[in-house]
């Protein structure tokens, strides 16, 4: 069973919507059906530590927070049946239900889509859509956010530094340190500004220009059409329908 | 074919208000040469490479220009309004702009310019794997292009313009922060270019144009204060004291002094 | 897509402009890391959105959205991606109220900044509400379990919580994008489409 970038991309589309529309109990079911395919599916692994990392961390605090967020829920929004009381503080029957439901969404959802931008290169994902219509400019956008991304933390680091060596404010009373923003924030920007003008200049000067229709075609694209892109995709209508079949 | 470039009368402003970066600029480069335009910061060397690749006309909304400039057959009145690669290929000053950042490989970024000119693939990683082994590049293929040295990464550069086979090659300080070796290995690379492809380059302390450069031309507040070989530049670089910023006018006596007896006559 | 949609895409996201979207793209996905490093409890994450639709126009501005809420979702933050239509709403609305001029004055930008605050969190609330229950999973679930608790249905805890967070972290983003623009230097406002929406009609001419 292969999981190529267009049935990754129709199983995250029925994840997202059964996350929506789905019980909470399918919805933490579908959870441990996607913890368990990372270990078991070689295709769904995440690419290298980093994402590995983040996957776990991720999961964890959400699965921490969904709790602690389940039990002020049932706290202080005072619907339905008491379930305990403890020290003087009752538990509500609605607000653990509300707090459950919410929670198994989130959980759900994150786990799906950092199963898929975990596994797949953003790079074969968005070639992926570029063949399939997206306009080379957004893709184009995107690769060069990547490449920005990266590269700002030390960026900011290198201005952070200096300005604090300068004798900005950067510890000072909350006014002070809203108002030293500017002096980070300005010549992170106009350096930036510099440095894009000129990455314009150069896509320009290598052939780069608004008529063009630049496909990347040194990622190898998948053929959308399979057993499993299609088995995905009719289940995400199914569980668009969930609510009325559930009545 | 290499073409002839004649700039005839060129004055350029970036604001209609503002002061002209050239006034009544004229110059002609004869095809296949290869053309070192000297001087000192500010007096036009960028923006005269800017305009002939047409980025200048394209980008810089509020320039305001008069005169011809003349490339080969193609003449443009005022200047280019649109980029003119491939037939014009510019590197820019610093290689880490100009390399794109979102290819993973040497070779991949290479490929990058051909599929802006939607060359078919198997025409493309020909003609890439040519251009890398002509500029030393091909033991470096598979790196990625931003984890490799000063000098590699200018000649990656160079490798995403000349893949094109520009007829016309513009060279903005090629030499900056190349050690000795990158240097003489890029002039090399360039000097076998010579006679298929008209080159300007700019440099501004000489050091790096003598011995490749045919013609000198010194610029000054965006005119023309010299034009001729590197000989006749030593020999009228008296009468040009007026002419520059004392400190730049030391900067080429100091440089022609010392390399005179390599000066071809 | 229209023709003149199509032109307007083409205009703004030219050679020049492309790789500046990019950048205030990656600003909003990491302004967080300089108000961690501030200390400073606001968000500003539509720094870049309001950047762009002052210098590039309204189609760069909701592209950069849009994308940067897409990607804080692929870098481990899904629930942005279900906010697009929030930061579509902030990119058109700022790129309306920059072409009318509303970055020539701080006062303007900062009443731009809270009509845009208060926007915002109208727009965010029913999402907020009918996809999340409220519940995002950060500091502010207290303020609308608090707003619930005293009475309040969902969808107004949610709102109010906006309220009292939105205008404020809008109202400094539109200040900083006007203090920023302001100095950034000639030449450099000359490259943008959306340079005279800093500058005085006088000022270039």
Known sequence: MHFRVPEKLAMTLCLLVTSLTGPPLLSLTLVAVVLLARLIVPDLRSMNKITARRFRSVLAFLFCGAIVMTLLNGILIREGLILFQWAGISVYE?????????GARLLLMTSALLLLFGSTQLSGITAFLNRMGLPARIVMTIHLTVHFVASMPSRIERIYSAQEARGAPVRAHLVSRILSLTAVLSPLILSSTVESIERGKALELRGYNSSSRWVDDTVQIDSPYSFLTVFFLFMSIIALLLPWLLG | MAPRIIIGNLTYRYFAAGSPVFSGFSLEVPPGSCCALLGPTGSGKTTLLE???GVAGSQCKTSVAEGTIQIGEDRYQ??????????VGLVLQDPEVQISGIR??????????????SVPAAERQRRVSDVLAHLGLSPLAQRHPMEVSGGERQRIALASILVATPSLLLLDEPANALDSRSQHLLKDILRSRKGTTTILLTDYSID??????????????GRVVFQGTSSDLFRALGSLQDHLPLEYWKLLQGRLSNTRVKVPS | MSSRLRLQFDR???????PFVAFCIALNLTVGQITAALKIPLYLDSVGTVLAAVLCGPISAILAGAISNILAGAFGNPAMMFFVPVIVVIGAFSAFLAARGWFRSWYLAAAGGILQGVLAAAVSAPIAAFVFGGVMLAGTDILVLFFRSVGNTLLQSVFYQGLSSDPVDKTVT?????????????????????GNNILKPHTVH
């Open chain 1, 94 to 102: 609605s607000g653990i239900a509300f707090g459950i439901r919410t």
């Open chain 3, 12 to 18: 703004e996201l030219d050679g020049a402009g492309l």
């Open chain 2, 208 to 221: 790096f144009a003598l011995g490749l450069a045919d013609l000198f031309v010194v610029l000054s507040d």
């Open chain 2, 51 to 53: 305009i002939l690749s």
């Open chain 2, 78 to 87: 005022p200047i280019p309004q649109s980029t003119l690669f491939p037939n």
């Open chain 2, 104 to 117: 993973d490989t040497v070779t991949a970024e290479v490929e990058f310019t051909l599929e802006q000119l």
């Open chain 3, 174 to 194: 539109y200040l900083l994008v006007y203090f920023i623009c302001r100095n950034l230097p000639l030449r450099l406002l000359q490259r943008f489409h959306g």
